[in-house]
T-cell receptor
Framework: KAGVTQTPRYLIKTRGQQVTLSCSPI?????VSWYQQTPGQGLQFLFE?????QRNKGNFPGRFSGRQFSNSRSEMNVSTLELGDSALYLC???WGRGQEDTEAFFGQGTRLTVV | AQSVAQPEDQVNVAEGNPLTVKCTYSVSGNPYLFWYVQYPNRGLQFLLKYITGDNLVKGSYGFEAEFNKSQTSFHLKKPSALVSDSALYFCAVRGLYNFNKFYFGSGTKLNVKP
């Protein structure tokens, strides 16, 4: 059974550019969440998508957005990149069924470097 | 509000010795607690979880965790550490209403020396 797949693994972008990250969840999982990991702030929740709808949102500026497709694959977009956006972006998938849903499964992440 | 705290940035143990990585929690309602491990430049790997039931939870790679309600703790343990256990360990709690939102601790770097 394939795990969570994130592409690309590494990205280098210039300030002011925009970037799109992709996440394919485990087959059958309908919930996809995104996290930003930095040495200073640790792991922070960005947003969660379920059945193509954003269900939860963290405290990030509007430059961070996402979407989910009918096959549950998700993309995350960051516009007008800033140096502080350099981070490891992690995607997590789960069934999304509610309380009986427990652990989330994470991808290997996309390492974004903004120069 | 849901939160977890990992009081130690780093834990050093010798191979073969028991290890403990500490975590305390603060939650509303019943806690859904988790431990994840992260190797360099990799994502998070699930180790174990506490939902309800026995206070001693067994997980992957010989790890276990003890849930202590009176001390609001969920410490990760292993009887005999391996050098390959060296990694970054995260304690996490699920959101009370946002079930797919995890609140993570700051992480503890485990160093196991040969």
């Amino acid at each position: 059974k394939a795990g969570v797949t994130q592409t690309p693994r590494y990205l280098i972008k210039t300030r002011g550019q925009q970037v799109t990250l992709s996440c394919s969840p485990i087959s059958g999982h309908r919930s996809v969440s995104w996290y930003q990991q930095t040495p200073g702030q640790g792991l922070q929740f960005l947003f969660e998508y379920f059945s193509e709808t954003q269900r939860n949102k963290g405290n990030f500026p509007g430059r961070f957005s996402g979407r989910q497709f009918s096959n549950s694959r998700s993309e995350m977009n960051v516009s007008t990149l800033e140096l502080g956006d350099s981070a490891l972006y992690l995607c997590a998938s789960s069934w999304g069924r509610g309380q009986e849903d427990t652990e989330a499964f994470f991808g290997q992440g996309t390492r974004l470097t903004v120069v | 509000a849901q939160s977890v705290a990992q009081p130690e940035d780093q834990v050093n143990v010798a191979e073969g010795n028991p290890l403990t990585v500490k975590c305390t929690y603060s939650v509303s309602g019943n806690p859904y607690l988790f431990w994840y491990v992260q190797y360099p430049n990799r994502g998070l790997q699930f180790l174990l979880k506490y939902i309800t039931g026995d206070n001693l939870v067994k997980g992957s790679y010989g790890f276990e965790a003890e849930f202590n309600k009176s001390q609001t703790s969920f410490h990760l343990k292993k009887p005999s550490a391996l050098v390959s256990d060296s990694a970054l360990y995260f304690c996490a709690v699920r959101g009370l209403y946002n079930f797919n939102k995890f609140y993570f601790g700051s992480g503890t770097k485990l160093n196991v020396k040969p």
